[in-house]
């Protein structure tokens, strides 16, 4: 009975000292800072998106009392809107929505003049900062230290030589970029520019891991040595 539990016990720990609590480590989807096409791109509307919607020549035609909140877009990407009813956006940026607006409701009114803004843009940050989670943008763009002063600074154990970021290009496809933050010349203002729905994830160090490692280890041992103690006391 010792021999089984022993061999049992050891199983287990051996597969909590080898578990890899570190994300998003693949290293042929980094792409080279300097390289904009990932990270240089006009936010476009999406469904289920929230839009302010001004119309600067007709103001009664879009109340501010709506524009408060947005207008929420269904998961087809399409909004209901006066004169014109129901009308796609998603797909489109904001300036491309504005002049399709201009255009349908030219066949209604004299001259109109529209500006579309999505709301609810963010960005996500995760990982090894005090505050993790969404960061609301109220502009198309932020920077990478804007979204990390906005998640409560980077925590004691943070990697902060290898902040990773994942954005999708102009196709859709998610690629991934890594920013040191101790490196003056390789802080380049375009790699540090964050757009909406990029996740920023900041690696934890390797004191960190160790810990959180023999954290669960001794959980782990805990709970089987409770469990085996029955039949350890058999010779």
Request: glycine share 4%.
């Amino acid at each position: 009975m010792k021999k089984t539990a022993f061999i049992l016990i050891s199983l287990l720990l051996s597969g909590c000292a080898n578990k890899n609590y570190t994300l998003m480590q693949t290293p042929d989807q980094t792409v080279e800072a300097s390289d904009a096409r990932y990270y240089n791109i006009d936010y476009k509307i999406q469904p289920m998106d929230r839009l302010a919607i001004i119309s600067y020549n007709h103001k009664d035609l879009m109340p501010v009392s709506i524009n408060d909140k947005g207008i929420l877009l269904d998961s087809h990407g399409d909004a209901s809107l006066p004169l014109i009813h129901r009308v796609h956006l998603a797909g489109l940026t904001q300036n491309q929505a504005a002049h399709k607006l201009e255009r349908l409701y030219s066949k209604y009114l004299k001259n109109p003049s529209f500006n579309v803004e999505a709301l609810n843009k963010k960005i996500y940050v995760l990982g090894e900062v005090r505050k993790p989670g969404v960061v609301n943008m109220d502009k198309d763009q932020i920077t990478i230290l804007e979204a990390l002063a906005s998640a409560g600074d980077l925590s004691d154990n943070a990697v902060r030589n290898n902040i990773i970021v994942l954005s999708r290009d102009a196709v859709g496809h998610m690629r991934m970029r890594k920013i040191d933050l101790t490196n003056f010349n390789a802080m380049k203002a375009t790699n540090l520019m964050l757009k909406p729905n990029d996740i920023v994830y900041v690696q934890p160090n390797n004191w960190k891991q160790v810990k959180v490692t023999a954290d669960n280890l001794g959980a782990v041992t805990k709970v089987i040595s409770n469990v085996a103690a029955p039949y350890l006391i058999f010779k």
